[in-house]
């Protein structure tokens, strides 16, 4: 049997417990985040860099509703266009609080949110270079993949579908043809919708997959963010356990001798 | 009466009027900002906060200070 205590999921030297990161954005409130992400049982959640509300001083901080000792913080570019912007969040969230493991994200389109390949690549070997530990979004090309990876890429994010739109995996062999290719974490990062899609993209191989609107805006998150950790489980355990070959006929699992 | 000199500064993309010779750590303080869990930018260029008041602020500088949000 497959000790999932045995089965490391290490991404840029670490080790981390869970294979599913969750995003702590379009919650209600932050004390709904938190408690989403305590269920999922993730070891892992993105954040946004932000201005600070200088004119509301007493408004809550994300830090005092999730420890970031207890759980890895994960900033990303989210909202960055170009290199240059998300050069200068990156470097801003290295500056809080010596954040080197960071999600890089660089959109291409405001509509469908795809990633802007080029920019990204050009931000990836920039940041490596700088002793950042990069975790790209990507699209799911692999040729872009494996020039991502030998950019110095730590983690290999391609999307399922569009972010937030619940669509679930689209192009499995893509995702599996990826997988095939890299040694590298690969995490499935934006367009999951139900708890069954991330069974589905661990059982493509993945090493982890990235939700946050699927909990989020899920009617009931808290109930989600379990039903996700669960079928991350699931899904690992299935795919290390090795499926049965697909036949096209039928074999039947009772024994025919002693029928009467 | 001496009158005190006064510079226009913009912090997060407001405009921010504050004493000539204001030095940085003096105004985040007054603005109750946790420098721990926060960065700070000055005209685009990242400081270190453990030397902020040492920055002494003058006319239209920017000041951008970041921390970390909900986000996917």
Redesign the interface.
């Known amino acids: 049997m497959v000790s999932l205590k045995k089965d490391k999921f290490i991404i840029a030297g670490r080790n981390f417990k869970s294979r599913l990161i969750v995003g702590t954005g379009k919650y209600k409130s932050m004390s709904q985040c938190a408690k989403a992400v305590k269920l999922s049982g993730a070891s892992i959640v993105t954040v946004a860099v932000r201005r600070v509300n200088i004119a509301d001083k007493k408004k809550a901080l994300l830090m005092d509703y999730i420890d970031p000792k207890k759980v890895t913080y994960l900033p990303n570019t989210a909202g960055c266009f170009n290199s240059k912007d998300a050069l200068r969040t990156l470097r801003l969230a290295r500056e809080i609080g010596g954040w080197k493991l960071v999600k890089l994200e660089v959109l291409g389109d405001k509509k469908n949110l795809f990633p802007e390949m080029i920019e990204t690549l050009k931000s990836t070997e920039i940041l490596s270079r700088e002793g950042f530990n990069v975790m790209v979004y990507c699209s799911d090309d692999p040729l872009m993949a494996k020039r991502l990876e030998n950019a110095g890429a730590c983690a290999i994010m391609p999307l399922a579908a569009p972010i937030g739109s619940g669509l679930g995996i689209q192009n499995y062999t893509n995702i599996k043809i990826i997988r095939r290719q890299t040694k590298l974490p690969l995490i499935i990062d934006a367009g999951l919708g139900q708890a069954s899609d991330a069974t589905i993209a661990m059982e493509l191989g993945c090493d982890g997959v990235l939700v946050n609107t699927a909990i989020a805006k899920a009617k009931k998150p808290f109930d989600m963010a379990l039903a996700f950790k669960n079928a991350v489980i699931a899904g690992r355990q299935s795919y290390q356990s090795g499926r049965i070959k697909k036949n096209l006929m039928g074999s039947a699992s009772s024994p025919l001798k002693g029928i009467i | 009466m001496k009158k005190i000199k006064k510079i226009k500064i913009k912090?997060?993309?407001?405009f921010k009027s504050v004493k000539d010779n204001t030095n940085l750590s003096v105004l985040l303080k007054t603005?109750?900002?946790?420098l721990?869990?926060?960065?700070?930018?000055l005209n685009?260029e990242?400081l270190d906060?453990k030397k902020l008041n040492k920055q002494i602020l003058k006319n239209n500088d920017k000041i951008?200070?970041?921390?970390?949000?909900?986000?996917?």
């Open positions: 912090i997060n993309g407001s603005l109750k900002i946790p721990k869990k926060v960065a700070i930018e685009q990242i906060k951008e200070i970041v921390h970390f949000i909900g986000g996917g």
